[in-house]
């Protein structure tokens, strides 16, 4: 019967559809050569509906008797409006030649925040896609506010990438992304460069550990309040589990060999259920130590993080926050929901968090890992923890020579003198 339901749906739709006429016709570049460009909309607003072009740029539709508006656009062109009559089971061809108005989208800028190796290089690479080809793109860099300098990107497909040199410490780098298109249309990443511009801070590690230390007395795991009834915190080599096919906890940490620990949300047996260990029932807390980033000009947080979830209750969340009252108020860093079974790399300034955080002498951050209102699965881990701390001037622009400078003073002639002498 439900089948037999289709078909007269489908037949009163045909029927419906007496005298209906086809609209069809192609798309395509008017700015370059005439390439066909799919993912165009063609519209019927008087009817409530339109189509799209496929990937030769056609496109085909039935519409009924009479004059329609039929309108043509795309992001990144100029859009097309025309009146077209169609006859009863009459055919209309209707072909639209747009015009690039915008340069090539750029996506996916990769945005390192601080990074605490000066060697370098610090790799930046973008996607970039234009229907009338990319010309080129240009990784544009400074540092500390000084003059421009400009590197070609390679290209792997759509994806382009370049390298800036390494830094020395309590460096502030610079860069914005360029593109030209085929017809010389130019685009940005960030959009107002080199108003605006993407920044990477060189840094000195305040603090960095890999969880290996079983003695460690600086991390409090487990707070009173905690209600979780199992799945607490501990400090171990985690012992992986699945559900349903996919990894559920981590099966080893994030740090290179011979690290084998991270802070993990409890451990069952070798080869145990997903759900032996897992948080049940509340959260529980991780702690990290308190520091004095007082004289800091700006402060970094980086670390290693893996949260499962089975994805059966909505209200189970991975929540880290920070404080600079010695644990009076906290301010949230990240709030994560639904699953994320694999390292992620967290880095985030301190001093950039909703309503700010000013570093004082009393920083700490916590993590939490909660399971809440209706069970389910919850297992989490931290690893591979960082304080990054930047001191150099915020605020002002400055000339700073990448390396070392030795500067050499000869005797200054005559000496003893007056009233002047020569130094060179």
């Given amino acids: 019967d439900y089948g037999w339901g289709i078909i007269d749906a489908y037949e009163a739709v045909l029927a419906s559809m007496e005298g209906y006429g086809t609209i069809e016709g192609t798309v395509t570049n008017a700015s370059f050569g005439g390439a066909v460009l799919p993912g165009a909309l063609v519209d019927l607003p008087d009817r409530g509906y339109g189509f799209s072009t496929e990937s030769d740029g056609s496109y ?231 520091f004095d980033l007082s004289s800091a000009s700006r402060a970094f947080v980086s670390y290693w993080r893996w949260f499962g979830q089975d994805g059966s209750a909505v209200d189970d969340d991975w929540v880290v926050e920070a404080s600079n009252d010695g644990g009076l108020t906290w301010v949230d860093v990240e709030r994560v929901f639904g699953n994320f079974n694999y390292w992620t790399q967290v880095a985030t300034e301190l001093g950039t968090l909703d309503g700010g955080l000013e570093l004082t002498d009393q920083v700490q951050l916590r993590f939490l890992a909660c399971d809440l209102g209706d069970g389910g699965l919850v297992e989490a881990a931290i690893d591979d923890f960082k304080i990054l701390v930047y001191q150099g001037n915020v605020s002002q622009v400055e000339d700073v020579v990448p390396g070392s400078t030795v500067l050499l003073l000869r005797q200054n002639t005559p000496n003893a003198f007056n009233p002047s002498t020569t130094i060179t």
């Fill in 60 to 290: 085909s539709g039935r519409v009924a008797p009479g004059g329609l508006q039929v309108y043509c656009s795309l992001d990144g062109f100029d859009w097309q409006l025309t009146t077209v009559y169609m006859e009863e089971d009459g055919t209309v061809v209707q072909d639209f030649q747009l015009t690039d108005n915008a340069g090539p989208a750029i996506t996916d800028v990769s945005e390192p925040v601080a990074t605490d190796d000066t060697m370098g290089p610090y790799a930046i690479s973008a996607r970039v896609i234009d229907l009338s080809t990319v010309d080129s793109v240009t990784l544009y860099w400074n540092i500390n506010g000084g003059n421009w300098q400009a590197v070609p990107m390679v290209a792997d497909g759509d994806v382009y990438s370049a390298n800036i040199p390494g830094q020395p410490v309590h460096t502030r780098i610079s860069y914005y992304v360029q593109a030209v298109d085929g017809v010389a249309l130019t685009s940005t990443a960030p959009i107002n460069a080199p108003a605006a511009y993407y920044e990477l801070i060189t840094t000195m590690t305040s603090y960095f550990t890999t969880a290996e230390d079983p003695g460690d007395p600086d991390w409090t795991i487990g707070l009173p309040g905690d209600q979780a009834s199992t799945g607490h915190w501990v400090r171990a080599e985690p012992i992986g589990t699945s559900y349903d096919g996919s990894p559920m906890q981590a099966d080893e940490d994030i740090t290179p060999d011979p690290g084998v620990a991270c802070f993990v949300t409890a451990n069952g047996p070798v080869g145990g259920a997903a759900g032996e260990a897992d948080v049940d029932g509340g959260c529980t807390t991780l702690l990290s130590p308190v």
